[in-house]
């Protein structure tokens, strides 16, 4: 056994994690070459890379099969039910800045916060014979954050990609989705609700709960938080 | 700490006795699909309920529901092919998404009793209450149990009653059940809010559309437009006023023996007239209650009860629990819902809807309860 680490396997995500940990004297990186997704360790004993998509990292955290895991803030809340539980944040890295918002038309200029955007599905719903759209992969967060705000009259609809086009498209009234600069949004002509930020995701170093550990594992998870500066 | 349910032979022997009681009381035994069309619900509840029910799919059908509980689907058999007036039994498994705590079963067994009868609200009201009593009393004897009743009619007709537009009450009615959003209109009606500063600079625009963008989607700017109208409308309401607002928050306080309540009420509905009926009806059902053999004296009343959990549900309600558990569900609840019948009917060619009221036990909670005592 060892101490299991998951990373990003792609991209920005996965370089920017090489280089946090990188920094604080720890290589990450892949065995062998670009396509090869088995991962290497350097500088520290008893830490195995494993080399996942972001989006399943919560789901092996939660099934204790990794002990450690980078991964969105946004990605935990989502996926796991009662994620405090399951998981710990250990540390936020400082990248993958994203905010998850809700968005409208531009052309909705009547509707500035939750408070206009559950009138106008109200009004919508009594006028179409629906309940007003809005496309999200992130379901659990807008449903409770829906909640709490008490909007009603609204339905989600699922959106894996190109979320910010289903209003045009006509599948979609409105949308709720990860945005850095808000370029894709204001590109697609919609616009950030004065109140509608749900979110301020990043990457975070996150600890399984739930993942059983051996004597040797207990060492080395306490090196590596020793290591990292997490103590 | 995970579930675990008790002895199954058993809990079912319980629902099938209980089952039969409410056969005794006239009610004819109705059965439901597990799988039910998701449509129909998720239009009622809304987006909530997905967490709270199961949901499935295949190519065909496409999402489909685990029962959630009986209510729909018999007031959708009865509109379909029954008559007023009727009365209904049932016994089946329900299944709930527990997503919050572990120790909550996720699947498990209902029995329900429901009348759809407008001869005498009241008088069924009480029955129900009485049989449902009836049926938790041997439990009295071994945990201790507190009934509570309300009565959303009273806070519905109060709203009604107020010195504002149509589109404020309707707006107000709409979240009866979602008290955080109903108290913020109301302190936004009266003027104890200030008006959104936003809307305020919108509406003082000369063109409103200068800034938007093209037209895209299906709300379209007629619709825009409309809202506009009806922003400026509202702008232009005067506040409700201060004494009125106090009245409905009287109103949402009131917590005490039903008898006290009526006495409570009754001082409201002085100054606010619009709740007398609303509270004669109260009074009707104390003596109804009170011939089926209720301590209505010691009977506890919340003017505000059911208002988060009880969606539709506009009059009477009620709630069996056992007292100093308040982690455990209520093993009895129930209550009138008209509002749901109606919400139903619209769609079913019966937008008046049915008067409907009814209740439900849970027989794992109560063989559960026994054997633990």
Redesign the interface.
């Known amino acids: 056994m060892s101490l299991k680490l998951g990373v990003p396997s792609k991209g920005r995500l996965m370089e920017k994690t090489f280089d946090w940990f990188g920094s604080r004297g720890i290589t990450l990186g892949r065995a062998g070459g670009d396509r090869e997704y088995a991962g290497k360790v350097e500088g520290i004993d008893g830490v195995e890379l494993v080399l996942l998509s972001a989006g399943e990292i919560p789901r092996e955290l939660n099934a204790g099969r990794i002990h450690l895991g980078v991964t969105g803030t946004d990605l935990v809340r989502e996926k796991l ?2 994620w405090e539980q399951r998981v710990e944040e250990l540390a936020e890295l400082g990248f993958g800045h994203a905010d998850l918002i809700i968005a409208v ?6 509707v ?2 939750l ?2 955007l ?3 599905a ?3 719903r009594r ?2 014979g ?3 759209r809005i496309a999200t992969k992130y ?2 967060l807008i ?2 954050f ?2 709490s ?2 909007v ?5 609809v699922d959106s894996q990609g190109a979320t910010e086009g289903t ?2 498209n ?1 599948t979609a ?1 409105a949308v709720a989705d990860i945005t850095s600069t808000g370029e894709t949004l204001r590109a697609n ?1 919609l ?1 950030i609700l ?1 109140d509608g930020l749900v979110l301020k995701s990043q990457a975070t170093l996150f600890r399984s709960r739930t993942a059983p550990m051996a004597e040797e594992d207990r060492a080395a998870m306490a090196q590596l938080i020793r290591r990292l500066d997490l103590d | 700490m995970a579930y675990c349910p008790p002895d199954r032979a058993r809990v079912k022997a319980r629902a099938a006795d209980l089952r039969a009681g409410f056969e005794t009381a006239g009610a004819a035994v109705v059965e439901a699909p597990v799988l039910l069309s998701a449509e129909a619900l998720l239009d009622l509840y809304g987006e909530d309920l997905r967490a709270r029910a199961y949901t499935t799919s295949d190519a065909l059908r496409g999402e489909q529901m685990l029962r959630p509980d009986f209510t729909v689907p018999v007031v959708q058999m009865h509109m379909a092919g029954g008559a007023e007036p009727a009365r209904y039994t049932y016994s089946g498994e329900v299944f709930r998404r527990q997503e919050e705590d572990e120790a909550r079963a996720n699947e498990y067994l209902q029995v329900g009793f429901e009348i759809f009868d407008g001869s005498d609200t009241e008088a069924a009201d009480a029955e129900v209450f009485a049989r449902m009593r009836d049926a938790v009393e041997p439990l009295r004897e071994k945990v201790g149990l507190r009934a509570t009743t309300g009565d959303i009619g009273i806070l519905r007709a109060a709203v009604e009653g107020l010195s504002t537009s149509g589109a404020r009450k309707r707006a107000l009615r709409r979240h009866l059940w979602r008290p955080a959003r109903f108290k913020q209109l109301l302190d936004r009606f009266a003027g104890r809010t200030p008006f959104p500063p936003s809307r305020l600079a919108l509406l003082e625009k000369s063109d409103p559309f200068a800034e938007a963008g093209p037209e895209i989607g299906l709300r379209d700017r007629a619709e825009i437009e409309s809202r506009l109208e009806a922003l400026r409308a509202d702008a232009a309401e005067t506040p409700i006023p201060a004494a009125e607002i106090e009245l409905i928050e009287g109103i949402l306080q009131v917590r005490e023996t039903l008898p006290n309540a009526l006495e409570h009420l009754r001082d409201i509905a002085v100054d606010l007239p619009a709740i007398s009926d609303a509270v004669d009806r109260l009074k009707r059902r104390a003596a109804a209650l009170d011939r089926h053999g209720v301590n209505v004296e010691a009977l506890e009343f919340e003017a505000s009860y059911g208002r988060t959990h009880m969606e539709y549900y506009d009059g009477f309600v009620f709630g069996f629990v056992v007292a100093g558990r308040p982690d455990l569900p209520a093993i009895a609840s129930g209550g009138r819902y008209d509002a749901l019948t109606r919400e139903l009917g619209r769609g079913a060619g019966k937008p008046e809807g049915i008067p409907a009221v009814g209740g439900i036990l849970r027989p794992g909670l109560m063989v559960e309860l026994e054997d633990a005592a």
Not at chain 1, 105 to 110: I, K, R, S
Not at chain 1, 152 to 156: E, G, M, N, R, V
């Open positions: 039910g009662q038309p531009q052309l909705w200029v009547d500035e916060t408070d206009d559950d009138e106008a109200a009004v919508f006028r179409h629906f309940r007003l379901h659990r449903r409770d829906m909640k705000h008490g009603a009259d609204y339905q989600l209003v045009k006509e009234e002509h616009k004065g």
